[in-house]
């Protein structure tokens, strides 16, 4: 096999209501409304094309672990445990169900938030060194 893949392009998010969540993602986390229809809006979030799609109740992105652990699917980073604990403070202000923030035992912290729906995420205080290289993050 010759090719690689290159990255995540699009990522998919059960929801129940498009125009609320859609709505909550924009006012919350800042993402870009490109397209919304009945069944799905497209979002752009975090260098990603981000689907909101209309899913029956109860469905998340969630899965659990051999431990029984709810666990998420998907982790943003921030540049650095200023931002991480800015993002989180700002959150909190925003009514946004975030957790802790964490010492996972590996580089940086870590904080988990939900959405409208219960979809799980993360947030890292560490931003990939490619990703550095790439969009000459400096720090």
Known sequence: MSEKLLRVGTTYIPV????????WYVNKLAA??????????????????????????????????I???ERFSLTFEVNGLDALEALHKDFIENEIRVGDIENRGHSGR??????????????WSELSPIFKEKYLVSK
């Not at 129940?16 to 709505?23: A, D």
């Open 67 to 69: 431990y029984g652990e």
């Open 110 to 123: 870590n904080f988990v938030f939900y959405d409208l729906d219960g979809n799980k995420f993360d947030v």
């Open 16 to 23: 129940t209501n498009v125009e609320l969540s859609s709505e």
């Open 32 to 65: 870009d409304l490109s397209y919304k229809d009945e069944d799905k809006a497209i979002l752009n979030l975090a260098n990603q094309s981000i689907f909101l799609v209309k899913s029956n109740e109860s469905q998340t992105s969630n899965f659990i672990d």
